[in-house]
């Protein structure tokens, strides 16, 4: 057996306190959200009369539960999108010989390196002029268009990991190359296809930027922009902000550890 050693202990005590700062920004989530919005004392001084109260001023006054609707809805089709296109060009490209195969991969990686901000005047106005600003389709078409990189670069390197021989095997046997992908490669993706869904599900969640643009004005808001609605240019009601980050953070966790 091994003893418990001087190292040992030392090593122990670093993780400790490497995880109590990790718990700072979450202590400070929840003794913000429970405190009463006239006490302004330091966040890191624990609120003496906590108070519910903030949860329900929050959902009621930001329309938090309609934007954790809309959030949903555009998370889980970009998400869906970005599983079955993903998935399906990565194996074109993992499982092709020829000589386009290599010059597509890399051109796909090329959105990697674009910055996003570069179209955000003519993404706005071309969706202004077919009238679909206001809506969640731009969100969807935006999310769908600029995470399919990065979704591409993670099934197409587990892919390559995959023997093909269990594909060879289900061609003996008559399978198309549609059977074969659905019935034998896609259940060999399962521990990227958890991997893909958690990155890109937590980047369309907590998105501001692109809702900002492209929802302002509307009843369509998503979360970032219901927690927003506290912060105006003269006040900022902390206490209801950190309640409705609490709230909106619960189908995250939930999601994460599912996933």
Do not use: H
């Not at 109590?20 to 966040?43: C, E, T």
Request: aromatic share 12%; hydrophobic share 55%.
């Amino acid at each position: 057996m091994n003893r418990y050693t001087l190292r040992t202990g030392a090593l122990e005590g670093v993780m400790i306190i490497v995880a109590l700062i990790f718990m700072v920004p979450i202590y400070v989530l929840i003794n913000l959200s429970v405190r009463k919005q006239s006490d302004i004392s330091s966040p890191l001084i624990p609120t003496q009369q906590p108070t519910l109260e903030n949860f329900s001023a929050a959902w009621e006054q930001s329309g938090l539960g309609q934007a954790m609707v809309n959030s949903a809805v555009v998370t889980v089709v970009s998400v869906l999108l970005l599983v079955a296109l993903g998935s399906a060009c990565a194996y074109g490209l993992a499982r092709a010989t020829s000589r386009w195969s290599a010059p597509a991969f890399y051109l796909f990686m090329i959105g990697l390196l674009i910055p996003f901000q570069l179209a955000l005047v003519p993404l706005y106005k071309n969706f202004a002029a077919i009238g679909l600003l206001g809506t969640p389709i731009p969100l969807v078409i935006i999310y769908v268009g600029l995470r399919l990189p990065f979704t591409l670069f993670l099934y197409t390197t587990f892919l390559r990991q995959i023997p093909a021989e269990y594909e060879e095997a289900a061609a003996i046997d008559g399978a198309s190359m549609f059977g074969r992908f659905r019935r034998v490669v896609f259940p060999l993706l399962r521990p990227i296809t958890g991997t893909v869904i958690i990155l890109n599900g937590l980047f369309v969640w907590n998105d501001f930027l692109t809702p900002l643009l492209y929802l302002s004005g509307s009843t369509a808001r998503t979360v970032p922009l219901a927690v927003y609605s506290f912060v105006n240019e003269n006040t900022t009601v902390w206490p209801l902000v950190f309640a409705a980050l609490l709230i909106s953070v619960v189908p995250v966790l939930i999601a994460f550890f599912a996933f």
